[in-house]
């Protein structure tokens, strides 16, 4: 099983309290080092360590706004994905039930409930979905509309014609839901979370370096550090992992186009 950090609680924080929270970790790091600096040791070393250069500061904020960009591009193209993987997975089964219609009434309403049962299969897994689906009650679901199609439409040229159009309809609803499923395990990974987060330690402790003597100064420009910092992380979080927490999308497309009550 894949470890999933931070913990899939912190997304349900409505978007004020996630905020609080990720300035109230930066702020205590930020605190920290401003503590750390008064350490004997350290304290004895300030005078060469004051003349650190702020272009070092400049570099270091650099590389930590660039690998956020890059880390905040990705999570963004996560999330468009994912609205595009459910919308497409609603769009099939919608054609599906367009050519449903041509069945006869007892064919149709036995695909409607098999149809029903997989948009049902699919809301019972929505915060738990993983590529490994096989056995799944939804996989299950899914193979027994194919089962249907091709056991029930076997005969006659119109029938076949309705079962090819189906099966066509049916592999796009399949390749959906595996690009969904796909799409729930691709989160921020814990050595992402490390590289952003040690860089933006690296900045805040050379940016107090660099403001050893003007302990005012100091105190403004790491507070402004901290803020940019939690910005950036409440950002990221805000958008990482689709399927769950406070603003995440929802199964109701796929409920509403299967005929389950979302």
């Known amino acids: 099983m894949i470890t999933r950090l931070p913990p899939d609680l912190v997304y349900d924080l409505s978007p004020p309290l996630l905020f609080l929270l990720v300035l109230a970790c930066v702020s205590t790091v930020a605190l920290l080092i401003q503590l750390a600096i008064r350490i004997p040791a350290i304290a004895r070393a300030a005078p060469q360590l004051m003349h650190v250069t702020p272009a070092v500061s400049t570099i270091a ?13 990705t999570v963004w193209n996560t999330e468009d994905g994912a609205h595009n993987a459910v919308n497409s997975e609603a769009r099939a089964i919608r054609v599906m039930e367009l050519y449903m219609d041509s069945l006869t009434a007892p064919a149709y309403e036995g695909m409607s409930k098999l149809v029903a049962s997989y948009g049902e299969a699919v809301a019972a897994e929505w915060t738990s979905m993983s590529e490994d689906d096989y056995g799944t009650p939804a996989e299950i679901a ?10 029930g439409l076997a005969e006659g040229d119109q029938n076949r014609l309705l079962q090819q159009r189906l099966l066509t309809s049916l592999d796009d609803l399949s390749a959906a839901r595996q690009e969904r499923l796909s799409i729930a395990e691709n989160f921020v990974s814990i050595s992402q979370w490390t590289l952003v987060v040690g860089l933006g330690i690296v900045l805040l402790f050379v940016v107090t370096l660099n403001h050893l003597a003007t302990p ?37 497309p796929i409920l509403k186009a299967t005929g389950a009550a979302p």
């Open 142 to 151: 899914l193979r027994t509309i194919y089962g249907a199609v091709i056991r």
């Open 61 to 73: 904020g650099a590389i930590f706004g660039l690998s956020m960009s890059f880390l905040a591009n």
């Open 216 to 252: 005012l100064a100091r105190r403004v420009a790491v507070a402004a550090v901290t803020m940019s910092i939690s910005i950036m992380l409440y950002v990221i979080l805000l958008h990482d992992r689709p399927f769950i927490g406070y603003d995440a999308i929802s199964p109701d």
